[in-house]
């Protein structure tokens, strides 16, 4: 359950959306699978986090939304600790998480997952601004009463976005929203990143491999390696450093050697 | 002293027998993520086969025996072939079909052969002696059968191509079927395999326990005690466990009378399914 | 004043009007027929309707449980043991008693026991209800062990002993109606929690639903309907005999909903009715009735997955050739009025996935 303590640095009054991921570790058994992660997330933020496989993208997006405790570290919102704070209790609280693979409620309607979220998240009946907008450009709101799972894959990743974007979230989690999608439907993801800056201002957090939509889109990124933050700052920059370079070819190379 | 030690005869025998029944319930799950409401069905099946084959058809105990387990076999991959492999993906179905399968064999077995225990005994009698302890001779028989079969069944899953595509058929079967393992020819045959050790436990114990249709029930029960505490998928971990069960039962059959031990096992069970789903040794429990 | 009646209706569902409809009818069949033979065997049908929607709300999760006949024995032994030592044999507090006892128990075991799903799930429910029965001959002074406890006080309504068969065939209709009543608010008020939950657990928490309470609520409502099936039973028979809460009887009760088809509440009376006829009519053979279940249960798998309701409805679909689907009745989303107007009118649904 959500647990309501006021963070280290009170006095300082902290924006609600404000995201704090102090020093997280993450250890299965003896294995570290994620050590002194830190940054921070204010709202209107994009923040791209890219790293070769295996580095650690989902599981930071699992802690961060609460599938997963971290053994080590802190993570607050607005000032609470919600280190410990179970999955629901922080998607109710705004953390808010998208599915690598598609994630609707399968057999309803669009209206109806969409309802649904409306109704988990906050209860009432309307749905945040610029729901409408966001529709239309997504094709969907011709589509209102098919099924979900007899949309086009798309389709169905791009409902599993709005129905993100429908909880007004605080903080917006995008786990590879572009993952499966064809080049030309890409773009629908850098319509979603810029209408929810425009009309939510959350911050936003894009795990991803796709790097010219990262480059489109994240004034910051930051590069995970095992487990670690091997650099930080603008893509222009980070992805020319020499040693992130090494590490993604690092990774090729230990693939063409299974091969 | 000498009660004591005897009664832990007793009770290592019933383990092993526990772990031959319950290595074909849990050979199933592991491999095709099924759980086999018709075990105890294949069990009292076994023992009848056997019976019939010793009454009816006057065959030596040992070929009754061959014949109970190549009567459960055949039955269970039959089964498997035509009715479960059309399910198998989607496990509740496949659950709900091993029940209907259990239903139309004990109702078969009743009809068959009538309500009444009939008068199946062991072939050999007499006690083993050594010293002050003792242990019946079929006791004794039926745990060296229960040894060289489970050994054969590790053999056989460790040590053989059979055994390493049933393994890796579980755990991932579209993975194995991309490497080349079939597993629409392996399933079946990894189900009658679970059947047939199911009919050869039967067939084996039911002569020195007792034989009737209405075993299926708590014997399936049984197996599910042991193979969640266990642990669903882990062949070692049914193994321990079916001895503590058969431990258990031994002791508090004699120190406790009534069915507190078993009263006392379930509710360890239940508390440890709900502790540690994947039991002592068992996979990660991953939902449904 | 049709509006609201339309809405009203809307609410309840088709499937469920129609099922309180049937069960009131019941109310009728003294009238038709005297023959003692079909009142028993109504009563019968009306002591498993409650079971099997106890079945019935736990598949609307998703779960398949097999722990009715120990919830029936809670909600049975209640009332026998109150009745016989207590001598209490008000028909409502009793009715108030079995549902309450089951669900209340409930509470802590679903804390237990609501983590785990799909066939762990069956297990442990499938152990609930050994263990429940073994505590049942365990526990002689509470229960009366292998003798149960027999001679129960007729049930009192307002005074009045309920004690010839048509009596006991009212209020088993009073407990259906009941536990219909109970189970249409439940899975209507609740429609879309449960479907989520059912469709896609994880994508209801992480859009803010606290899935553990519903599953919470559906399992002691289930847990208080078996209760009800309970204590229609022993008011039958006057008896509570732990021979009546076999851990394998579970499987008589999942059958009903699932033969029936569990889409609708109306699939579990459906399913009731022809199963426990079925059962009846082997009534010098009784030991074929198993296998005839067991044989329904594999064609139904096999070749009819919506059950007996669900497959007709699918089949009348198609022969009136609308292109209709079966769909859960969407909330309406009131998006700007240039949009409204393109809205289709939320269309009515007969039956429910």
Redesign the interface.
């Known amino acids: 359950m959500a647990t309501a303590s006021t963070s280290v640095t009170a006095g300082k009054a902290q924006h609600e959306g404000e995201l704090h991921v102090d020093a997280i570790g993450k250890q299965f058994g003896g294995l570290k699978v994620f050590d002194q992660v830190s940054f921070k997330l204010l709202p209107g933020d994009i923040l791209g986090v890219v790293g070769p496989n295996g580095a650690g993208k989902t599981t930071l997006i699992n802690i961060i939304s609460g599938l997963l405790f971290p053994t080590h570290g802190r993570i607050t919102l607005g000032g609470h600790d919600i280190t410990r704070t179970v999955f629901h209790g922080r998607s109710r609280m705004g953390v808010i998480r998208s599915f690598q693979q598609t994630s609707t409620f399968r057999p309803a309607t669009v209206r109806e997952n969409i309802a649904r979220a409306i109704r988990f998240s906050h209860g009432s009946e309307m749905p945040p601004r610029g729901m409408d907008a966001l529709m239309k450009r997504f094709e969907l709101s011709d589509r209102l009463d098919e099924q979900s799972d007899k949309l086009p894959y798309g389709l169905q990743k791009m409902l599993g976005l709005v129905l993100a974007y429908v909880t007004s979230p605080k903080v917006l989690l995008l786990d590879e929203p572009a993952a499966g999608l064809e080049i030309r439907e890409r773009g629908r993801v850098d319509d979603f990143v810029h209408h929810v800056r425009e009309e939510l201002g959350c911050g936003m957090l894009i795990v991803e491999h796709d790097m010219d939509l990262i480059r489109r889109l994240c004034p910051q990124i930051m590069v995970l390696d095992s487990g670690r933050i091997l650099a930080e700052g603008p893509p222009a920059d980070v992805l020319a450093r020499p040693e992130v370079i090494a590490a993604y070819m690092g990774a090729a190379e230990e693939v063409a050697e299974q091969c | 002293m000498e009660s004591f030690v005897s009664t832990g005869l007793i009770g290592v025998s019933l383990g092993v027998q526990y772990a031959l029944l319950a290595l074909g319930f849990t050979l199933i ?1 592991g491999i095709l ?1 099924v ?1 086999n409401f018709s075990h105890g069905g294949f069990y009292v099946l076994g023992g009848y086969v056997a019976y019939a084959s010793v009454h009816y058809l006057g065959a030596p105990y040992p070929l009754a025996v061959v014949l109970a387990v190549l009567a459960s076999g055949i039955l269970g991959y039959l089964f498997e072939l035509f ?1 479960l492999e ?2 198998v993906e989607d ?3 496949t ?3 091993t ?10 077995i ?2 068959t052969f009538g ?1 009444e225990s009939p008068q199946f005994t062991f072939p050999v009698t007499g006690t083993w002696r050594y010293g002050n302890y003792y242990l019946p001779k079929e006791n004794l028989i039926v745990l060296s059968v229960c040894v060289v079969t489970i050994g054969a069944v590790y053999l056989l899953m460790y040590k053989t191509d059979f055994g390493r595509a049933l393994r890796a058929l579980a755990d991932d079967r579209r993975v194995a079927a991309a490497q080349g393992i079939r597993p629409r020819l392996l399933f079946p045959l990894a189900f009658a395999l679970a059947t047939a050790l199911a009919g050869l436990t039967g067939a084996l114990v039911t002569p020195i326990l007792c034989l009737a249709p209405h075993l299926a ?1 708590p014997v399936l ?1 049984t197996s ?2 042991i193979v ?1 505490l266990g642990g ?1 998928g882990s062949v070692g971990g049914a193994t321990l466990a079916a001895f503590i069960v058969g431990m258990v039962e031994a002791y508090s059959s004699v120190y406790l009378g ?3 031990g ?2 006392a096992l ?2 360890f ?3 440890m ?2 502790i540690r ?1 994947s039991g002592l040794f068992g996979q990660e ?1 991953h ?2 | 004043m049709t509006d609201r009646f339309r809405s009203f209706v809307r609410f309840c569902g088709a499937a469920e009007l129609t099922s309180i409809g049937i069960l009131v009818l019941a109310f009728g069949i003294p009238l038709l027929s005297s023959s003692p033979f079909l009142v028993s065997l109504v009563t019968q049908i009306l002591i498993a309707i409650p079971a099997a929607f106890s079945v019935y709300v736990m598949l609307r999760m998703d779960l398949m449980t097999f722990a009715v006949p120990a919830f029936m024995a809670m909600g049975a032994y209640s009332a026998a043991i109150v009745g016989l030592r207590a001598g209490i044999t008000d028909t409502i507090v009793l009715t108030a008693l079995s549902f309450a006892v089951p669900a209340l128990v409930a509470l802590p075991l679903g804390a237990l026991v609501l983590r785990l799903r799909g066939v762990y799930f069956v297990l442990v429910t499938f152990l609930l209800s050994q263990i429940t029965q073994l505590l049942l001959f365990e526990t002689p002074k509470l229960t009366g062990g292998s003798n149960g406890l027999a001679g129960m006080p007729a049930t009192t309504l307002f005074g009045v002993a309920l004690e010839d068969n048509r009596a006991v065939l009212f209020l088993a209709i009073a407990l259906a109606l009941l536990a219909a009543a109970i189970t249409m608010v439940l899975t209507r008020y609740y429609r879309q929690h449960f479907a989520a939950i059912k469709e896609n657990q994880i994508l209801a928490e992480s859009l803010g639903l606290v899935v553990w309470h519903y599953k919470m609520l559906g399992f002691a409502v289930a847990a208080g309907l078996a209760g009800i099936a309970g204590f229609s039973l022993v008011n039958m028979l006057l008896t509570a005999h732990p021979s009546s809460f076999s851990a394998m009887s579970s499987v008589d009760y999942i059958a009903y909903t699932i033969v029936g088809g569990a889409g609708s509440m109306f699939g579990p009376i459906v399913g009731s009715a022809l199963l426990v006829t079925a059962n009846n009519m082997f009534s010098n053979r009784g030991e074929y009735s198993p296998g005839f279940f067991g044989l329904l249960i594999i064609i139904v798998v096999l070749a009819m997955k919506d059950g007996i309701v669900g497959t007709a409805i699918k089949l009348a679909q198609r022969y009136r050739g609308r292109s209709r689907r079966i769909v859960l009745t969407p909330t309406q989303i009131p998006l700007q009025p240039a949009a409204a107007a393109e809205q289709t009118p939320v269309a009515d649904q007969t039956v429910e996935r």
């Open positions: 799950f993520g759980v009715l059309r399910v496990h509740l179905s659950l709900m079909l029940l209907g399968l259990f239903l139309v064999m004990s109702t078969g009743l009809v309500p029930d029960a599910f005690l969640i669903l009534g069915s507190k078993a009263l379930f509710v069970v239940l508390i399914l709900v789903p429990v939902g449904a």
